[in-house]
């Protein structure tokens, strides 16, 4: 995992991408905040769930997370964007894409 290259996602995000299914859509990725890093509004196609390896913060829809925790995201979960204030690093499993929104709700 460690030799995987890290792709840029948004800005001051990173991302490792572990596993990738084609067919489906679903995947598997590391994900690297930055400090001030912001993940864009965002909506996850079918369910996530997200382990918090590294950081703490507050997203604006589910609270407050620190390493350690366990997020679940239902399908069709819809995200404001997520600022990160110190670095953080997350593995997210997917069952779909998630696509990143623009203000008026549209697929960017």
């Known amino acids: 995992t ?3 290259p890290w792709l840029p996602l948004a800005s001051g995000i990173g991302v490792r991408v572990l ?3 084609r067919e489906t859509g679903a995947f598997s990725v590391m994900i690297r905040a930055e400090p001030g890093g912001i ?7 079918e ?3 997200i382990y918090v390896i ?5 997203h604006p829809q589910t609270g407050p997370y620190k ?3 366990y997020i679940s995201e239902s399908r ?3 995200h404001d964007e997520v600022r990160f204030t110190e670095e953080t690093e997350l593995l997210m499993v997917c069952n779909a894409a998630s696509v990143f929104l623009a203000g ?3 697929v960017q």
Do not use: F, M, N, Y
């Open 2 to 4: 460690a030799e995987l």
């Open 19 to 21: 596993k990738l299914d």
């Open 39 to 45: 993940l864009p509004r965002h909506k996850h196609i």
């Open 47 to 49: 369910s996530a769930e």
């Open 54 to 58: 590294k950081g703490q913060g507050t």
């Open 67 to 69: 390493a350690g925790d």
């Open 76 to 78: 069709g979960a819809l």
């Open 104 to 106: 008026d709700g549209s």
